[in-house]
């Protein structure tokens, strides 16, 4: 009897632990699951726009519109969305069906600076209808973002280096640069003190390249290629203003272009179009600071001749396990693996971009693949991206599209 209640007891104890571990395993495994495949989430058809360079040469009429099978990685032949001058860079509102657009354009309130556009989104087609255009304060807006509620759009401009905030009404139309309030537009000052870059002709002046919200809206990344720094500014969406709160230098002679966040907050990656490398920082969200951590080459040791190369795009995969880079010249993307315990970067390969000039590249939202543009070549080149080593693969399709330079998504509604 007592044997075997014992037997009984033994038994109970075995399968309870044994439950126990089945469970526990369920729900690491569901957990594992769920962080893996959390970005891989939106496997339907998208918008995808294209802001374009506008000239008799390439043909180039304005925005244009496609559809992108965002399983199957397959995209439509392009139609034009609506004609415009030059909108080179493209942002979405976060909430409205709004896209926003810099024009490179001078002269559209009859001065020298550029503009910065809104369309109204036709959500059954995804053409496009003006709404309405701000000034950008500065010649050469090349790049802009909108912050994550909706409030405003900063904008870089290139020539003479500056940054515009623009505030947003309710129904995204955009607003001129605040005059009563400091910040509406903040143009950087030279602070080389005589020293001058590698190029004495891109580096004589400040120019701003990209500007980049922090997702929580408290502060603005600025890279500006002249200076070979980042400027930190603080954001009031509030008043559609900035100030500067911190900055940090690349190496000397760098041209800081274009910045990305990885998604965990913690490091950012800025590409340098000058001297071709990728800049690594840690990020204090806290006190809003940058430090610079790593400097490693876009490209492979054995390229030693680099004339009329230079560096352009710069995107973290949505996994944050990788980040890639475009080269114009040697027209490739570069894959580095980032080491999320540190940030740090190890160089994977560099593979041929398909298309002439890859001035930007996007990643589908889902992580599957990589649209790379061809400003010269006029075309797009469609890459698969590996789950697990996140290198690339042409898929050997490609779109005519003429002078692309910029590409978003948006999910079919």
């Not at 392009?78 to 002269?107: C, D, M, Q, W």
């Not at 405003?152 to 009404?169: D, I, K």
């Not at 599957?368 to 789950?387: C, M, R, W, Y």
């Amino acid at each position: 009897m007592l044997s075997t209640t014992y037997f009984y007891l033994k038994t109970q104890r075995i399968l309870r632990e044994w439950l126990a571990f089945l469970l526990i395993t369920h729900i690491w495994l569901l957990f594992f699951f769920t962080s893996s495949v959390a970005y891989c989430n939106d496997d339907g058809t998208h918008f995808v726009w294209f802001g374009c360079y506008t000239n008799k040469k390439s043909g180039g009429e304005g925005i244009y519109v496609a559809r992108f099978d965002a399983n199957k990685g397959t995209l439509t032949q392009p139609t034009l969305a609506i004609a415009a001058r030059n909108p080179s860079f493209l942002a979405l509102h976060p909430k409205l069906p709004v896209l926003y657009a810099v024009s490179e354009a001078p002269g559209l309130d009859g001065k020298p600076s550029g503009a910065i556009a809104s369309f109204k989104i036709d959500t059954s087609n995804g053409s496009l209808q003006k709404i309405n255009h701000q000034s950008s304060g500065g010649a050469g807006p090349c790049h802009l973002s909108v912050d994550p509620h909706g409030q405003v759009v900063l904008a870089a401009n290139y020539r003479g280096g500056s940054t515009v905030c623009l505030g947003l009404t309710d129904n995204g139309h955009l607003k001129p640069a605040s005059n009563e309030i400091p910040g509406g537009f903040i143009q950087h000052s030279y602070k080389r003190s005589g020293e001058i870059g590698i190029n004495e002709q891109r580096q004589s002046e400040p120019h701003g390249h990209s500007a980049d919200i922090f997702p929580n809206g408290r502060f603005a990344f600025v890279c500006d290629l002249g200076l070979d720094e980042v400027l930190i500014y603080k954001l009031d969406p509030t008043h559609a203003t900035i100030q500067p709160h911190s900055s940090v230098s690349t190496q000397n002679g760098a041209g800081p272009r274009h910045f990305a966040l990885h998604p965990n907050q913690q490091y950012a990656y800025c590409v340098n179009e000058l001297d071709l490398s990728v800049t690594a920082f840690s990020f204090d969200a806290d006190t809003g600071t940058l430090t610079a951590i790593q400097s490693i080459s876009t490209l492979p040791k054995d390229v030693t001749d680099r004339t009329g190369f230079s560096c352009a795009e710069i995107a973290t995969h949505p996994s944050g396990h990788f980040l890639y880079a475009s080269n114009r010249g040697h027209n490739s993307i570069t894959t580095f693996r980032i080491d999320e315990s540190t940030g740090r970067l190890s160089f994977r390969d560099t593979v041929s971009a398909h298309v002439d000039t890859p001035r930007h590249f996007a990643l589908s939202p889902n992580g599957k693949h990589l649209l790379a543009e061809g400003q010269k070549s006029n075309s797009v080149a469609i890459f698969t991206i590996d789950p697990s080593s996140g290198m690339l693969g042409f898929t050997g399709e490609s779109i005519v599209i003429p002078s692309p330079v910029s590409a978003v998504f948006k999910p079919l509604q």
